[in-house]
Structure formats: structure tokens, C-alpha cells
């Protein structure tokens, strides 16, 4: 098997979009580390948070292995949450991050991915578009539990709920996995902004046709825009080449190159996978992937502290309008609930015994939650009127889905209960 030096290639794009009026999205792509970050709160605070974790994980990821990402993206969750406390204007910035990195394990060379919130990396290999991430928002946990269908979940006007994100909590879960290197794989990172306005056979119609990265950036984030760009839509593409597969002339890559900055980024650049910190071995091109591992089903392996980690309840102010959105719905459907219980309750009629009368009562015998049944009409039927088999039936409680129906019973109740006349009286 011949050995061939695995390249990424990459480029990445971003826009404010056609109706919000700042960018909270940020992204980094410098071929040690690929972010995309969606920053939510208060003025500027989604930008800040935003910006302040690409920042953090660039400053951090300089020798790439999964611990030191994962340790990148708590350091930032932890400058996030000291920012927002020492300054009021930003309590209540959080960001989502979506991270991709080239990392040296024992079993060799990977590609790390570690997620927080609704952000999403792709993987688009062989025509297949496959999300890696799982989404952390509320719609995403509905679907689990099939309570939503995921087309249902793409519509949903809260969907926009996010259960996981950075400024939280200093206590934050994160996902990650390891993914084989293999070439031929390109990887799309993406904020919100892109997922919710274009379809995966959309994205996947751009991946197929634009085999640039930064060219297929750039066309999925105006096709976002073309479809309402309803939100900051950002885009990061990295292509998995062996080096052979390279353009001639295209041999030096970005590598030597300047980095580049976050968010300003529209050209194409690669970079040499071993020459990353970390990196010494070359990649086979093909099947490399020393574990045999299916790679196209990747195993989502909770965080090293998963154990100590417990589901994030936030408190924090930033969360307010989702945590406050969210009790809305759930006060929404409570009421809803118990409207249809007293409907329920009350469309009913039944017959009953009340003193020395016989009654015809509203409700269901027994009651319904707190929805008791009350006496609607006393008939003119006694007790005394009635032989001990037609009391039973009467105790009974037979129901009708009318008051007509209850009056026509007890109609029949006083002819039965009548004493046949007797022939020899009457003449
Ligand atoms: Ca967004």
C-alpha cells in the first residue's frame, strides 16, 4: 500500500443575513482548528460570547489531542461566563460550538469533534449527506422521544430552544467523537442560519457541484440568503485530500501561509495534515481506518467527565427568554390538558339518587380531577316510586350524552315504576 500525506483543504463563509442586523456567528479556520460558534443574548452579547470562544480556541489548540480540545472549549465556556458577570451589558450572552480538528491519538491520526448546542458538522462522503452532531435544543429532544417528527421539528417556532450552550454554567457537557481521516471526506460546519433555510438535498447539490471549499462556502451561505436569510447563516468546509489529489502548483498549500483570521475568511486554503502539532505519521488514502470501525457510523462517546457532569438547569439570565419560552409551552399544553378534561367532564349526563329524589346530574359520576358533578335537574320521580330492581339500575348511574337523554330515561322511570291498573276497579 502505497502512503500518501493526507491534506485538508478549507474555506469557510458567513453573513449577517437579510433581517437581523448584527452577526453573532463566528467561525475560525486555520487548519489546526475548525469552529463554528452562534452567539445568542442581550445587545452585543452574542457577539461577544461568540468571538470570545474562537478566540479562546485558537489561543488554546496549539498541540491538537482531544483532551486539550476539550479543555479549549471549557476554558472558554469559563471566560464566557466571567465576562458576562463583570459586565451587566453582557449578562445573558451565551454561543453554541460546533469544533473539527485534526488530533494525534494512539491508534493514529483523527479527526476530533466536539459539540455544544445546535450548531452542526456534516460529514459528505460518497454523495451522502450525514449529520455527525447531535442537536442540543429542545425540538431535538421531542424528536427523541417521538414526540415530534423531525420534519415537524424543522418547522418548529421553537426551535430555537437550545437545552446545552457556553456561558451557562462552569459546568458544561460536551459531546465528541473521533472520526478516521480518510480522503475524499468533506466536512461541513454550519450555523443554524444554513440548516433552516436550505434542505439537505440543497446543501448536498452545492457539495456535489462546487468542489472548491470556499467556492462552496460562499454558494451555501447566497443560497441561505436567496431562501430569506432569516438568521446569520455561517459555513466552514474542509476537505479531507491526499496530497497527490492536489492541483499542480498547489503543492504549498496555506501552510505556510498566514493564518487567517475568524469571520474574514472567503479564500481557500490547505494545509499539510502532518504537519500539524501532533502529526507525524502519513495517512493511507484508503481504508484507514485502523480499528475497522464502520466510519460512516461514528459512536458518539460522552465527554471524559461525562460522569461528573449532570444536565444543564440554568438560571442565568441569558436563558431567560428560552427558559421563560419554554415554561410558556408547557403552561400552553397544561392548559390545553385541562380545558379537554372539562370538556370532557362535563359533556355527560347521568341519573343518580339525591335524598328522595331522583336526579339527573351533569358531569361524570364520581367526578373528573376537580371538575365535580353538579345537579341539574330533580325529577319528579321519588325514591318511594320505585321497586328495589329499578333503584338498583337508577343507583347504577346510567349516563347520556344529553340532558334530553337523561329526561327521556327518567321519563320511562315513572312509567315503569307505576302500578299496573287493575282491571277490577275501573269500569
Ligand atoms: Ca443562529
Given at each position: ?348 349526563y347521568f341519573v343518580d339518587?339525591r335524598?328522595?329524589?331522583?336526579v339527573i346530574l351533569q358531569g361524570?359520576p ?7 358533578a353538579t345537579i341539574e ?51
Amino acid at each position: 500500500m502505497t502512503e500518501a500525506t493526507v491534506r485538508l483543504r478549507y474555506g469557510g463563509a458567513t453573513d449577517v443575513g437579510r433581517v437581523r442586523s448584527n452577526n453573532q456567528d463566528a467561525y475560525l479556520a486555520t487548519g489546526r482548528v475548525f469552529v463554528v460558534a452562534d452567539g445568542m443574548g442581550g445587545h452585543q452579547g452574542g457577539e461577544v460570547a461568540s468571538r470570545l470562544a474562537v478566540a479562546k480556541l485558537e489561543e488554546h489548540v496549539v498541540e491538537a489531542t482531544t483532551p486539550t480540545l476539550l479543555e479549549g472549549v471549557r476554558l472558554a465556556n469559563r471566560s464566557i461566563v466571567e465576562e458576562a458577570e463583570s459586565d451587566l451589558d453582557l449578562r445573558g450572552m451565551g454561543t453554541t460550538v460546533c469544533l473539527l480538528a485534526p488530533v494525534d491519538t494512539e491508534i493514529g491520526p483523527r479527526l476530533a469533534v466536539v459539540n455544544v448546542g445546535d450548531s452542526r458538522l456534516y460529514r459528505y462522503a460518497g454523495e451522502d449527506l450525514r449529520q455527525i452532531t447531535e442537536d442540543h435544543s429542545l425540538v431535538e429532544s421531542l424528536v427523541r422521544e417521538g414526540r415530534l417528527t423531525t420534519d415537524e421539528a424543522a418547522a418548529h417556532p421553537q426551535r430555537n430552544i437550545l437545552t446545552r450552550a457556553l456561558g451557562v454554567s462552569e459546568d458544561l457537557e460536551l459531546d465528541w467523537w473521533e472520526l478516521p481521516v480518510r480522503p475524499g471526506d468533506r466536512f461541513v460546519l454550519c450555523s443554524d442560519g444554513l440548516f433552516n433555510e436550505l434542505t439537505d438535498d440543497q446543501i448536498s447539490a452545492v457539495l456535489r457541484r462546487l468542489a472548491d471549499p470556499a467556492e462552496a462556502a460562499d454558494e451555501l451561505v447566497r443560497l441561505a440568503l436567496e431562501a430569506g436569510g432569516r438568521d446569520n447563516v455561517t459555513v466552514v468546509i474542509v476537505d479531507v485530500v491526499a496530497a497527490d489529489d492536489l492541483p499542480p502548483g498547489d503543492e504549498e498549500g496555506g501552510g505556510d501561509g498566514p493564518i487567517p483570521r475568524p469571520s474574514v475568511v472567503r479564500a481557500s486554503y490547505d494545509r499539510p495534515i502532518d504537519d500539524l502539532a501532533g502529526f507525524s505519521t502519513a495517512v493511507p488514502p484508503d481504508d484507514g481506518d485502523p480499528v475497522g470501525a464502520d466510519p460512516a457510523e461514528p459512536v458518539p462517546v460522552e465527554a471524559a467527565e461525562a460522569a461528573e457532569s449532570t444536565p444543564r438547569s440554568s438560571r442565568r439570565p441569558w436563558t431567560r427568554w428560552r427558559v421563560v419560552g419554554y415554561l410558556g409551552l408547557l403552561v400552553v399544553v397544561a392548559v390545553v390538558a385541562l380545558v379537554a378534561i372539562g370538556v370532557y367532564a362535563r359533556s355527560n349526563y347521568f341519573v343518580d339518587v339525591r335524598g328522595d329524589d331522583v336526579v339527573i346530574l351533569q358531569g361524570r359520576p364520581g367526578g373528573v380531577l376537580w371538575f365535580d358533578a353538579t345537579i341539574e335537574e330533580v325529577s319528579e320521580v321519588v325514591v318511594a316510586d320505585l321497586t328495589p330492581a329499578l333503584l338498583e339500575e337508577v343507583q347504577g348511574n346510567p349516563e347520556y350524552a344529553s340532558l334530553d337523554g337523561a329526561r327521556a330515561y327518567v321519563e320511562t322511570l315513572a312509567e315503569r315504576a307505576e302500578p299496573t291498573p287493575d282491571p277490577t276497579t275501573n269500569g
